[in-house]
C-alpha cells in the first residue's frame, strides 16, 4: 500500500519498518505480527493496556471522551429510543433493522425461549446455596450437550442458530437459577411478552397467582439489558474470543466468557458495590472507606469506581443513575439508605484529589446493583443479569472472529524468567 505510515523500531542496532493501520475513528495500531519472524523479539504487555488484540466493527469505546457507540450509535440515544431485542439485531447485523426485519428477529429469539426439558434436571443436581452464576456457567457449558445440532462452526447456519439459542433461553436459564435457590417452581417463558417483561415474569411471578409486568419496571429491565449489551474487547469478551479461536462451540465460548464475568474487577463489581454500599451504611462512615481506598496498604478499592478504559464519567453510569431514581420513584422508595450513601460518596470522590487525579469516576456498576435490588433482584443475580445482557455481545464479537479470515488461534508469548535447563537431580540427592 502507498502512503501508508510505518512505525520504526530500532533493536540492537537494526531498524525494522512496522506497518500502522488507521482506525476510523481512534487509535491507530501499529502491526507487530511479524515482529519475532523478522527481529527475533517479543513484545510485553500485560492487561494487554497497548495491545489490540484484533480488527473489529462491533463497539467503540472513547474513554477520555465517556463515549461508547454500539455500531457507531450512541449508547444513550440507543438506551433511550431503542429497546433491547433491536439493539441484539443491531450488534449482531451492524445495521438497525427494518420493521419487518425486527418483527422476525423478535420472533425467532421468542421461539427458541423454552430449554430442553431434560435441563430442568441438570439444575437439581446443584446445592441449592450455590451461587446462581456457577449455576448458569454450568448450564451454559452443558447447551452444548443438549444441541448438537448447532455446535458445527464451519455450517453458518448452525452458527446463527446457536447465537440465537443462547440469546433466547439465557433469560431462562437466569430465572431458573434464581428459582432453584429459593426453592419456588421453574415458570416457563410467556411467548406474548417483550424480552425483559419475560425475564421479569419467570423470576417474580408464580404458578398460583396472576402477575402483571409494570411497563416503567420493565422499561428499566430492557434499559439495563442495552447498556450491559457489549463493551468491546474487555476480559469476558477476549475470553470468548480467546476460547472461540480454537474453534471450540459457541456454547463452550460462552460458558467461558460467564467464568470470567464473575469476577469482582470485572462483572461481580455490580453486586461488590452494593455490598460495599450496605457496609458503609451511613454518611457519616464515607471519610472512613475513602481513607482505606487512598491507602496504598490497604487492599480496599471503592467498587463501582475507576475503568481500565473509561477516564471520564462512564456514560452507561449516567443512564443507570437515571433510571434508577425512575425505579425507586415509581416504587415508592423515598429514602433509600444505599442510595443516599451511594450519591454522597459520589459527590466525595468527585471532588477528591486522589480520584481525580487518577481520572476515577463511577463505573456502570455503582448505580445498577441499587436498581436491581429496588426491581427485586438479591445481589447473587446482579452479576447473571449482566451475563444475560452480554451474552449478545459475546456472540456478535464471536461471530466476527470466526468470519475474520486472518483470525488465528490465540496464542500469547512470555517473559520467561525461570529457571534456565538444568538436570534431574534424584530425591535422595537434593
Ligand atoms: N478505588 C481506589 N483506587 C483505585 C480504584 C478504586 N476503585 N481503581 C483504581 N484505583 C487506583 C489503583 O490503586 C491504582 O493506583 P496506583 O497507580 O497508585 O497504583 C490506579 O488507580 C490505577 O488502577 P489500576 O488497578 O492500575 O487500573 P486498572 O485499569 O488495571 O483497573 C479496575 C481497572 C476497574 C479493575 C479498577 O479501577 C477497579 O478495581 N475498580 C473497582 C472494581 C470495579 O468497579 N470494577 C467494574 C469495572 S466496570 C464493569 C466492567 O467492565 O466489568
Known amino acids: 500500500m502507498e502512503n501508508q505510515k510505518k512505525a520504526t523500531l530500532t533493536y540492537d542496532g537494526n531498524t525494522w519498518e512496522l506497518p500502522v493501520y488507521e482506525a476510523t475513528v481512534g487509535q491507530s495500531v501499529v502491526d507487530i505480527s511479524n515482529l519475532y519472524n523478522d527481529a527475533g523479539i517479543f513484545t510485553y504487555d500485560p492487561g494487554f493496556k497497548s495491545t489490540a488484540s484484533c480488527e473489529s ?13 454500539y455500531r457507531g450509535y450512541p449508547i444513550e440515544q440507543l438506551a433511550k429510543q431503542s429497546d433491547f ?6 450488534l449482531l447485523h451492524g445495521t438497525l433493522p427494518m420493521e419487518e426485519e425486527k418483527d422476525t428477529f423478535a420472533h425467532s ?3 427458541h425461549s423454552m430449554v430442553h426439558e431434560q435441563v430442568s434436571c441438570f439444575y437439581r443436581g446443584f446445592r441449592r446455596d450455590a451461587h446462581p452464576m456457577a449455576v448458569v456457567c454450568g448450564i451454559v457449558g452443558a447447551m452444548s450437550a443438549f444441541y448438537h445440532d448447532s455446535i458445527d462452526n464451519s455450517d453458518p447456519e448452525q452458527c446463527i442458530a446457536a447465537s440465537t439459542r443462547m440469546i433466547a433461553k439465557i433469560p431462562t436459564i437466569a430465572a431458573m437459577a434464581y428459582k432453584y435457590s429459593i426453592g419456588q417452581p421453574f415458570m416457563y417463558p410467556r411467548n406474548e411478552l417483550n424480552y425483559a417483561s419475560n425475564f421479569l415474569q419467570m423470576c417474580f411471578s ?11 419496571l420493565s422499561r428499566a429491565m430492557d434499559r439495563v439489558l442495552i447498556l450491559h449489551a457489549d463493551h468491546e474487547q474487555n476480559a469476558s469478551t477476549s475470553t470468548v ?3 472461540g479461536s480454537s474453534d471450540t462451540n459457541p456454547f463452550a465460548c460462552v460458558a467461558a466468557g460467564i467464568a470470567c464475568l464473575w469476577g469482582p474487577a470485572h462483572g461481580g463489581a455490580n453486586e461488590a458495590s452494593l455490598n460495599m454500599l450496605r457496609e458503609i451504611a451511613t454518611i457519616d462512615r464515607i471519610p472512613e472507606y475513602i481513607a482505606r481506598a487512598k491507602d496504598k496498604n490497604d487492599p480496599f478499592r471503592l467498587m463501582g469506581f475507576g475503568h481500565r478504559i473509561y477516564k471520564n464519567y462512564d456514560p452507561r453510569a449516567k443512564i443507570m443513575q437515571e433510571t434508577c431514581h425512575e425505579v425507586l420513584q415509581e416504587l415508592g422508595i ?23 487525579s487518577k481520572k476515577l469516576y463511577p463505573n456502570i456498576d455503582f448505580y445498577s446493583g441499587i436498581t436491581l435490588r429496588a426491581l427485586g433482584f ?16 459475546w456472540l456478535a464479537q464471536w461471530r466476527e472472529m470466526i468470519a475474520d479470515p486472518s483470525q488465528k488461534i490465540g496464542r500469547p508469548r512470555q517473559l520467561y524468567t525461570g529457571s534456565p535447563q538444568r538436570g534431574y537431580v534424584s530425591i535422595k540427592k537434593r
Do not use: H, Q, W
Open 57 to 69: 466493527k462491533i463497539t467503540y469505546v472513547d474513554g477520555e471522551k465517556g463515549l461508547l457507540l
Open 241 to 243: 474470543r480467546l476460547a
Open 334 to 356: 423515598k429514602n433509600d439508605p444505599t442510595l443516599s450513601v451511594a450519591m454522597e460518596l459520589e459527590k466525595i470522590a468527585l471532588t477528591d484529589d486522589y480520584f481525580i
Open 109 to 111: 429469539i421468542k421461539i
Open 206 to 216: 408464580v404458578p398460583s397467582e396472576d402477575y402483571k409486568v409494570n411497563p416503567l
Open 85 to 90: 431485542i433491536e439493539t441484539c439485531y443491531l
Open 378 to 393: 438479591p445481589t447473587a443475580m446482579f452479576t447473571v443479569i449482566f451475563a444475560v445482557a452480554r451474552t449478545v455481545g
